[in-house]
C-alpha cells in the first residue's frame, strides 16, 4: 500500500498548516549560562523616590490645634546620598580535572540550588546551507532526552519535584541549565549531567523542533515592526554573512539528525564550558560532587576557532519593505555601532539615551511630543562583547509622515553632533544610567552572571567598577565629542515597513538611494541531501534489508498492480470524520483513489504527469496543489518507496545510521526511518501540498504489518500533520497483483 493523505484531506491540512539570527547584546546584566541577549533594549530613566528630609504628616495632633499642610519641596530639591560603589561578592573559581571551570556561588536565603553550563558555541557557527542548526541542537538537546531516558520521561520526573533542565543555544553561546530544590539536588544533577554529556537527539523531537522553526518562518513577516528589525540587522550587518543570515525552509529541512550530533560533538566537551551554580550549598561538598559527577567525561576536541569578525561597512540608503496592510510606518534607521570594551562606550551610552533613551530625551519632545505624528521612538547604542553592534532609531509613525519623521530624526542626531548637550540632559542621562547599576547587581545571582559574561568574553572582572566610574566622569565635552566621531548619518541604513500609496512624500526625498525588500519567503521544498559515496551505499543497504524483511527483493518487483480498501478516522482536531477509501496502483504510475465523505464521493485519477478529478461540485483536471499531492502520493507507493534503489531518477542517500531520503528528479522527497529490529518501514516523513499556504510536515508512524501474498505490507498507521495527529489509518482488505485494467483506472464516474 502507499501511505497519503488524500485528495478529501486537502482543506482540513490547509486549516491545521496554520498554526532571525543576527542579535544583540545588553550591557552587563544576566542571570549565568543564559544565551547573550538578543535583541536591543532601551533604558528608561529609573524613577527617584524621596530622600531624607523629606517632612510627612504626624501620625496624630493635639485637639484643637491648627491643622498644617506639611512643605513638600521642590523635586530639583531632594538631595541624594552618592551610589556605593558596585560590591562583588566572594564566588570560589576550580577548575575540575576533566578542564571543566567552575564558578560556586553561596547564597543561602532561598532553599534552592540553580547552575548553568556555557558552552563556547552559537549559531554563527552555523553552515550557510544548514542556517537553524545550532538553534535546533539547543532546543533539541533536552527535549530529545538522553540514552536512557526520553525528553518526556524526564519531563514527568522534574515536574514531580518542581525542578527544571533547559537546553539553549544563542548567537555567541550555549547553555544547559538546571534548577532544584536544596533535598533534590543530587538528582537534579544527575539529570543535568546526562543532559550535557549524552543527549540522544530523537528523530521524533528533531521534527517537531523543525516544524516549531518552520511555523516561525511561515509568521516572521506578520509584524511589521518585527520586519523592521531583522532588515535592519541583516543589512547593517551583511545578508551574506552569519550575523545577517535567516533561517530559510530550505536551511532547516537539510537538517538531519547527524548534523545535530556532529554539532553537539565538535562543540559540547568540558573544556569548552563554563559551569556556574549558585545557592542554598556548601561550596566544598559543591565541588567534591561535580568532580565525581564529571569524572567519566573525558571528551576532547580541538579548541574552538573565534567567532567570524564583523566586515560589512553598508553605505548610506533607504529601504523600503511594502507591507499594504499596516496603516503606519515602522522604521529603524542608524549604523554599525561598537563593544563594550571601547574607552568610549559609557560616553556613547550617555549620548543615545540623551537622544532617545526616554521620556525626557530630544526624540521623544520634539517628535513624540511637539510633532505628534510618531507613536513611538527611541534611540539606543547596543553595543556587544565580542563584535560590533549597533546604533539604532526605532519606532513608528503615520504614514502620512513617514518621510517628515525620518527628516526631523536625521536633523537631532545632526544636533546632537554640532553642539553640546545641557547641563540638565547630562545629569538626567547619567543618573539614569548609574541608577540602573543599582538593578544590574541587585541579586547574587545576577552579580556571578556578570562575571560570567566578563571571563566568557574576555573582560577583566573589575569592568563593571571601570565601567562605574566612566560612566560618572563623561562630561558634555565627552558627549559632543563621539557624537562627531562615531555618527554618520550619511552612512546610515534606513529602513521603513508600511504603505508607500499612504506617504505625503516619496522616500526619494530623503536623498539617499531607495532599495525594495523582498519580503517573499522562499516555497518550502524538501531538497535531497548531499549524496557522499558512504552514504549512497548505507542507504542502498539499509533499503535492501528492508527489502529482504518485507519478503525479498524479488517479490517486491513482481509486484505489477495492487488494490487496497482504507478507513480513515480523523483526529476531532482535522475534523473527526471517517472516511471509507479505495486505491489502486499499476506499474509503473498509474494510480487512482476513491473517497467516500459525508459530502459524497471524491475520484481523482493521474499517470504520473497529468490526470483529473471528480467531486460532487464537478469534474475537472487536476492541477495545483491536487495534482502535486496525487503525484506525491504515487511517489510514496509503499512497493515503489521500498524498491527506490531500482528507480530511474531517484536517490537513496543515509542522513543517519538508520534513515534514508528518497528523492526524485522533480524534487520531491521523502525520509524514511527503519525499526532497527525488524528492517521495516517505521516512520515515513514528507511534505504534503495545501491548496493555501505551504506544504505542511507530514508523518506516517506504521504501526503493524501483515503478510500478503508472501510480503508484508503496513495495515494500520498513524499520519501527523504539523506536529499534530491527523488520523489513524487501517487497512480492511488488500490486494497484490489483482489483474486491474488501465481503463478501469481512468474511466472516469
Not at 513611538?376 to 553595543?383: H, T
Not at 543618573?431 to 556571578?448: G, I
Request: charged letters at 25%.
Amino acid at each position: 500500500m502507499k501511505t497519503l493523505l488524500p485528495v478529501f484531506c486537502l482543506a482540513a491540512c490547509a486549516a491545521l498548516a496554520q498554526t532571525s539570527s543576527s542579535g544583540q547584546q545588553t550591557p552587563p546584566a544576566l542571570p549565568p549560562g543564559s544565551a547573550v541577549p538578543q535583541t536591543p533594549t532601551t533604558r528608561t530613566p529609573v524613577s527617584k523616590r524621596a530622600g531624607p528630609g523629606v517632612e510627612t504628616p504626624a501620625r496624630g495632633r493635639l485637639a484643637g490645634s491648627p491643622s498644617r499642610t506639611p512643605a513638600v519641596p521642590a523635586v530639583k530639591d531632594l538631595k541624594f546620598p552618592p551610589l556605593r560603589p558596585i560590591a562583588i561578592p566572594k564566588v570560589e573559581i576550580v577548575t575540575l580535572a576533566d578542564g571543566m571551570k567552575v564558578f560556586l556561588l553561596e547564597d543561602h536565603e532561598l532553599p534552592v540550588v540553580n547552575g548553568a553550563a556555557r558552552v563556547r558555541t552559537g549559531n554563527l557557527f552555523d553552515p550557510a546551507d544548514k542556517v537553524g542548526l545550532a538553534t535546533m541542537t539547543g532546543m533539541v538537546m533536552r527535549t530529545g532526552g538522553t540514552r536512557t531516558k526520553t525528553g518526556d520521561q524526564l519531563d514527568t520526573e522534574l515536574e514531580d519535584i518542581a525542578a527544571r533542565v533547559e537546553s539553549d543555544i544563542g548567537e555567541t553561546s550555549g547553555s544547559v541549565s538546571f534548577s532544584a530544590l536544596k533535598e533534590n539536588t543530587d538528582e537534579v544533577l544527575g539529570i543535568f549531567h546526562d543532559v550535557l554529556t549524552s543527549p540522544e537527539f530523537r528523530q521524533d523531537k528533531i521534527d517537531l523542533a523543525r516544524n516549531q522553526l518552520r511555523s516561525a518562518i511561515a509568521r516572521r513577516n506578520d509584524s511589521p515592526g518585527g520586519i523592521s528589525q531583522r532588515e535592519f540587522y541583516d543589512i547593517v550587518y551583511g545578508k551574506d554573512t552569519p550575523y545577517g543570515w535567516d533561517m530559510q525552509y530550505a536551511t532547516v529541512d537539510r537538517i538531519a539528525r547527524a548534523d545535530l550530533q556532529q554539532f553537539y560533538t565538535r562543540y559540547f566537551f568540558p573544556s569548552n564550558i563554563m559551569l556556574a551554580v549558585w545557592g542554598d550549598f556548601d561550596s566544598a561538598q559543591m565541588k567534591d560532587k561535580l568532580e565525581k559527577l564529571f569524572a567519566d567525561w573525558k571528551v576532547q576536541q580541538p579548541p574552538v576557532p573565534a567567532f567570524p569578525k564583523v566586515t560589512q561597512k553598508p553605505e548610506g540608503a533607504t529601504y523600503l519593505a511594502v507591507k499594504k496592510d499596516v496603516a503606519q510606518t515602522f522604521f529603524a534607521i542608524g549604523q554599525l555601532g561598537g563593544e563594550f570594551r571601547s574607552k568610549d562606550y559609557p560616553a556613547l551610552e550617555i549620548m543615545a539615551d540623551i537622544l532617545g533613551g526616554g521620556f525626557q530625551s530630544r526624540l521623544f519632545q520634539q517628535i513624540r511630543t511637539k510633532m505628534g505624528d510618531a507613536y513611538d521612538i527611541s534611540a539606543n547604542w547596543a553595543a556587544n562583547y565580542d563584535h560590533p553592534g549597533v546604533f539604532e532609531i526605532s519606532g513608528s509613525t503615520k504614514s502620512i509622515s513617514t518621510v517628515e519623521t525620518v527628516q526631523a530624526t536625521l536633523l537631532e542626531v545632526n544636533r546632537i553632533r554640532t553642539s553640546e548637550v545641557t547641563e540638565d540632559e547630562l545629569k538626567t542621562a547619567k543618573d539614569s544610567a548609574l541608577n540602573s547599576l543599582v538593578f544590574a547587581y541587585d541579586t547574587r545571582a545576577k552579580t556571578l552572571g556578570r562575571m560570567l559574561n566578563y571571563d566568557y568574553f574576555g573582560y577583566p572582572q573589575n569592568f563593571i567598577q571601570e565601567y562605574q566610574k566612566a560612566l560618572s566622569e563623561v562630561t558634555r565635552e565627552d558627549v559632543l565629542r563621539v557624537a562627531k566621531q562615531y555618527l554618520d548619518p550619511n552612512r546610515f541604513t534606513v529602513i521603513a515597513v508600511g504603505n508607500p500609496d499612504n506617504f505625503a512624500e516619496s522616500l526619494d526625498k530623503l536623498g539617499r538611494p531607495v532599495m525594495p525588500i523582498d519580503l517573499t519567503i522562499p516555497e518550502p521544498k524538501r531538497e535531497a541531501a548531499a549524496g557522499s559515496a558512504a552514504g549512497a551505499d548505507l542507504g542502498r543497504r539499509l533499503l535492501v534489508r528492508a527489502q529482504q524483511a518485507a519478503g525479498g527483493t524479488a517479490k517486491l518487483l513482481a509486484v505489477k498492480d495492487y488494490d487496497a480498501h482504507l478507513n480513515f478516522q480523523l483526529a476531532a482536531g482535522a475534523g473527526g470524520l471517517n472516511v471509507k477509501e479505495d486505491e489502486r496502483w499499476m506499474a509503473p504510475t498509474y494510480f487512482r483513489q476513491d473517497s467516500e465523505v459525508p459530502s459524497g464521493r471524491i475520484s481523482a485519477y493521474t499517470d504520473g504527469k497529468d490526470g483529473w478529478i471528480n467531486t460532487p461540485q464537478g469534474s475537472g483536471p487536476l492541477a495545483g496543489a491536487q495534482l502535486r499531492q496525487v503525484q506525491s502520493d504515487l511517489f510514496r507507493v509503499y512497493f515503489r518507496l521500498m524498491l527506490s534503489d531500482h528507480i530511474e531518477g531517484r536517490s537513496v542517500v543515509a542522513v543517519d545510521d538508520n534513515t534514508v531520503e528518497i528523492a526524485g528528479e522533480d524534487g520531491e522527497t521523502v525520509h524514511v526511518s527503519f525499526d532497527k529490529s525488524t528492517g521495516l518501514p517505521a516512520k515515513v516523513s514528507y511534505q504534503n501540498a495545501q491548496i493555501a499556504g505551504p506544504p505542511v510536515d507530514v508523518e506516517d508512524t506504521y504501526e503493524e504489518f501483515r503478510e500478503v501474498d508472501g510480503i508484508k505490507i503496513p495495515v494500520k498507521l498513524t499520519i501527523s500533520q504539523g506536529g499534530r495527529k491527523f488520523a489513524d489509518v487501517t487497512v480492511d482488505e488488500a490486494r497484490i497483483n489483482p489483474g486491474l485494467k488501465l481503463p478501469d483506472l481512468q474511466k472516469q464516474p
